[in-house]
């Protein structure tokens, strides 16, 4: 069993801003010397989530539209009362999609499909170097 941890971070734009991680989890797969297992990412910070998604303009705009319906920016929120921050929106955001991911490892790749990328999302309204901790586990 080899356990693998690796942690790294990322310069984002303010929310919402998505960048694609895949190259840095699979050069970090290919580090670990893990053939078959998984790797379980979580972004650090209560305004930052992971998922995948084909990463190209039409699909990243959906997306971005589609979290800005989910939890508009311009309504009001609870979290004001004990902030005054204005970014309410990007924690519940950020709880909707949620901060971690995992990935199945096979034959010592990613198991993604063709189109598929791992990316994180900044829901923060500054710009935020977001801490990603990156734990790989399996065999030989």
């Known amino acids: 069993m080899i356990i693998y941890t690796n942690d790294f971070s ?7 801003d998505i960048v694609d991680i895949t190259p840095i ?3 970090a797969v290919s580090k670990s010397d893990v053939k078959d297992g998984v790797v379980h990412l979580t972004s650090i910070g209560s305004t930052g989530s992971i998922t995948t ?3 190209e303009p039409g699909a990243i705009a959906d997306l971005k539209r589609a979290i800005n ?8 929120y609870e979290h ?3 902030w005054h921050d204005g970014n309410g929106h ?3 955001q950020s ?4 901060p971690s991911f995992s990935v199945s490892i096979r034959n010592g790749r990613l198991v ?4 598929q990328q791992i990316v994180l999302i900044n829901h923060d309204i500054h710009p935020r170097e977001r801490r990603v901790t990156m734990t790989i586990i399996g065999t030989e």
Do not use: Q
């Open 10 to 16: 990322v310069k984002m734009e303010k929310g919402i």
């Open 25 to 27: 989890v699979r050069d």
């Open 53 to 55: 998604i084909e990463y």
């Open 69 to 76: 319906e989910l939890a508009p920016p311009d309504r009001y």
């Open 80 to 82: 004001e009362k004990a």
């Open 90 to 92: 990007s924690h519940v």
């Open 95 to 98: 709880a909707l999609l949620g």
């Open 112 to 115: 993604l499909g063709t189109w």
